[in-house]
């Protein structure tokens, strides 16, 4: 029998949805609590999916909870980035091997999913409920308007600007960051063609990288694209110069011009949809006696390496893990949790972070490209030793993120030298591949 029974978790997104599913399978017995209108009768929120990728670390988690063949079927697989110039020509390199890719999935079709599972198992879920505050000591929800509701445990999942945290911001030693980036995001929209025909190509991540800013686009089950500006606030170009309609047109066919032609909306997109800001959030410790925090609450990220949600699900799964071997001791557990995962949220706040700059700037320089392709060809050499940072990061699920980021850096020092080979757009074919690998087995 469960040490503690009933169990309330704030956020009724995806991780704290997750999270219900996998606490009530092992018998507690759970509420959660959203401050939104219930999205399956209202409609989701428009303007601010940018849509996710799923990939290995999220599915390992739906597999475990019974949903990844249910999932599978709605996602669409992206086996690379395809990158389009401003004249229209097209890029593309693989993310992986022969068979790697990650999934296009709707942010609202899949947590509705996952709602759905988790009430027909037992959950008990209360929307328009806007959490004010926690009592640590006594264990205690304030829902407002009313009294506080006791539990055995509260999990806060309830995002970036989660009012759980909010109380453990009025606690002592409890340090708290939050950075937000120069760029904003705006989502806009590629319908489908003739008889729900894909456009674009179906298959791929389609990014415009234009140095300091970048639009992409990932594809829908219906033909349609959601595609993401990721855009400065100020400066210029900005939003902060495209006041009319006419600078919008103007920056679009002068920007993104293969892509203007396929979106009769923008206008009404560009001028409806919010635009909306980018954060990276740390804070320590996640644990105040029997509250915990989880997924974005603990630790926000800017979505540039797609790992947020996956990064979210596999707390839900390391969490799972942990009461296994616990025997759902959450004593034991609770400071394990936190103390296993913070390098790992730390290590992909990072990476998502440079992983932006890559994505705006570097998937059109033709160095980075060389650099590509080179490792590219040691992990077909050499597959168990010489694994770029993409794969480990999204593919191997059974890696830490902090262990793949210390293992990329050691690549990148090793690769940097490699880059100063003379005439290597020439010869790169002829290195020495054997010898770069022992490099990182020396390194490591």
């Given at each position: 029998m469960s040490a503690k029974?009933?169990?309330?978790?704030?956020?009724?997104?995806?991780?704290?949805?997750?999270?219900?599913?996998y606490l009530r399978k092992r018998g507690y017995d759970v509420t959660v609590f959203e401050r939104r209108h219930d999205m399956?009768?209202?409609?989701?929120?428009?303007?601010?999916?940018?849509?996710?990728?799923?990939?290995?670390?999220?599915?390992?988690?739906?597999?475990?909870?019974?949903?990844?063949?249910?999932l599978k079927k709605v996602a669409i697989p992206m086996h690379g980035r395809m990158m389009h110039d401003k004249q229209g020509k097209l890029n593309s390199f693989a993310y992986?091997?022969?068979?790697?890719?990650?999934?296009?999935?709707?942010?609202?079709?899949l947590n509705i999913v996952l709602m759905n599972e988790a009430e027909r198992i037992g959950v008990q879920f209360r929307f328009d409920q806007?959490?004010?505050?926690?009592?640590?000591?006594?264990?205690?929800?304030?829902?407002?308007?009313k009294s506080g509701e006791s539990f055995d445990l509260i999990i806060g999942a309830d995002g970036a600007f989660s009012a759980v945290r909010g109380s453990f911001q009025f606690t002592d030693r409890f340090d708290y960051e939050q950075n937000y980036i120069d760029h904003g995001y705006k989502e806009l929209h590629i319908p489908p063609g003739a008889n729900g025909s894909f456009q674009l190509e179906k298959n791929y991540l389609h990014i415009w990288p234009r140095e300091s800013f970048m639009m992409i686009a990932l594809p829908n089950p219906d033909g349609s694209f959601t595609c993401t500006l990721f855009f400065p606030f100020d400066g210029n170009p900005s939003f902060d110069v495209l006041k009319t309609n006419a600078d919008v047109e103007k920056f679009f066919e002068e920007t993104f011009p293969d892509a203007r032609?396929?979106?009769?909306t923008l206008l009404e997109d560009f001028n409806t949809n919010p635009t909306s800001s980018l954060v990276t959030i740390k804070c320590y410790p996640w644990v105040r006696n029997n509250t915990l925090l989880i997924g974005d609450a603990a630790h926000g990220i800017v979505p540039f390496y797609g790992q947020g949600m996956n990064a979210g699900f596999e707390d839900c799964r390391i969490l799972n893990d942990l009461l296994s071997q616990h025997n759902d001791n959450w004593t034991t557990v609770l400071p394990?949790?936190?103390?296993?995962?913070?390098?790992?949220?730390?290590?992909?706040?990072?990476?998502a972070l440079d992983n932006f700059i890559e994505m705006r700037d570097?998937?059109?320089?033709?160095?980075?490209?060389?650099?590509?392709?080179?490792?590219g060809k040691l992990y077909e050499l050499f597959p168990d030793k010489w694994i770029p940072l993409y794969p480990m990061v999204t593919f191997m699920d059974n890696m830490r993120y902090s262990d793949a980021l210390r293992t990329g850096q050691k690549q990148k020092l090793i690769m940097d030298e490699v880059m100063k080979t003379p005439n290597l757009e020439n010869t790169w074919q002829q290195l020495n591949f054997p010898a770069i690998v022992n490099q990182l087995t020396a390194a490591s």
């Open positions: 029974k009933s169990i309330a978790i704030s956020g009724a997104g995806l991780v704290g949805s997750l999270a219900a599913i399956r009768r209202s409609g989701a929120e428009g303007g601010r999916s940018i849509n996710l990728a799923l990939s290995n670390r999220g599915i390992r988690a739906l597999e475990e909870v019974g949903l990844a063949d249910e992986g091997k022969e068979g790697q890719f990650i999934n296009s999935v709707s942010r609202s079709g806007r959490i004010q505050k926690v009592d640590f000591v006594k264990t205690q929800l304030f829902v407002e308007g032609k396929l979106m009769p394990e949790f936190q103390q296993l995962r913070k390098p790992d949220a730390d290590a992909i706040a990072q990476l570097l998937v059109a320089d033709a160095d980075f490209l060389l650099r590509k392709k080179i490792e």
